[in-house]
């Protein structure tokens, strides 16, 4: 073979290598989420009901999780207890968020904080409520996005938190909001994911342009196949639903730190037995991962810009 083809073959098998790295740095692993889905998901984790025997098992995986993911805890664990009242008990309960941060390689001491809460309504009437895409859809993307963002580190700081008993009341996320790991000044906005694998029409919503039109410009181009990305539920259509209060982005909105939601509209299966991993939409489940990781990365790339606009 001449020398001259030689260096141009091997010049081109350089340039598929380095594209095939960064393709697998880029997207998350498809299978690995749907497998978390289903750990969460399963019958013996009793439904996640926050102060149960299966929420604790969920946190201890969870914890594993976080762990191997490459996200490092804050302080001296990764878990962090608050009490709580809200339910259909009274009396104080408790619970216990599970966070920890991929460091910034430029801006460490800015942040944006992305959350999803593991707990759902346990077990009724002898049903186990799974919670599939309420909310172990959520937190599986959570992990499946922090494996990719610590392999190919952010700019700035990414706090992971999984929350707890927001079910009944947000009642994680107003912890989290009211003794933050790090100072409330320095988180820039909060990535919330909550119901995030099951639609029929492959539509995921992104919630929160209405009050934060900035960030519209960030999620122009990163929905991932097969996912049809589309902004509301924001209170800006009065035939939609308006989301802005229903989920754990609500409390940093109150704290008046910029947020978007990540969701689906899943009435049919919502709060009921039937839903279970077996029933998630698994191709749009994965393609909704990739989007959220994908508007990560812009947020990341634009942070200085969205602070600026706050």
């Known amino acids: 073979m001449p020398r001259l083809l030689r260096t141009l073959l091997c010049a081109v098998l350089l340039v598929l290598a380095t594209t095939s790295a960064e393709l697998q740095t880029a997207r998350i692993d498809g299978a690995r989420l749907l497998k978390d889905l289903e750990t969460l998901a399963a019958d013996d984790m009793e439904g996640r009901l926050p102060g149960t025997p299966g929420s604790a098992k969920a946190r201890v995986f969870i914890v594993q999780r976080f762990k191997e993911a490459g996200i490092q805890p804050i302080a001296k664990s990764y878990e962090r207890p608050f009490t709580f009242r809200g339910g259909r008990d009274p009396s104080d309960r408790s619970g216990v968020n599970i966070v920890g941060v991929v460091p910034g390689e430029h801006e460490p001491n800015r942040y944006i904080v992305v959350t999803a809460h593991y707990d759902h309504l346990g077990v009724r009437n002898g049903e186990v409520f799974n919670g599939a895409d309420d909310n172990a859809s959520g937190v599986a993307a959570l992990l499946a ?18 929350l707890d008993a927001e079910e009944s009341g947000l009642n994680g996320a107003k912890a989290f909001i009211s003794d933050p790991p790090v100072a409330r000044d320095a988180i820039a906005m909060n990535v919330n994911l909550d119901m995030v694998a099951r639609d029929a029409n492959n539509v995921l919503y992104a919630t929160g ?8 410009a960030y999620l122009k181009d990163v929905a991932q196949p097969p996912v049809k990305l589309r902004l509301g539920h924001d209170g800006t259509n009065a035939k939609e639903d308006d989301w802005s209060r229903d989920s754990d982005h609500y409390p940093f909105h109150l704290a008046g730190i910029p947020f978007i939601y990540f969701g689906v509209e899943d009435e049919a299966q919502h709060h009921k037995a039937t839903d279970d991993a077996a029933t998630v939409t698994k191709e749009f489940f994965v393609g909704a991962a990739n989007t959220i990781l994908a508007a990560l990365r812009q947020f990341d790339e634009n942070l200085e810009a969205i602070t600026a606009r706050r």
Request: net charge positive; aromatic share 16%.
């Open 145 to 162: 996005v922090a494996q990719r963002i610590s392999a190919n580190k952010p700019q700035h700081s990414v706090i992971f938190a999984a």
């Open 209 to 216: 342009t209405f009050q934060y039109p900035f960030l519209k």
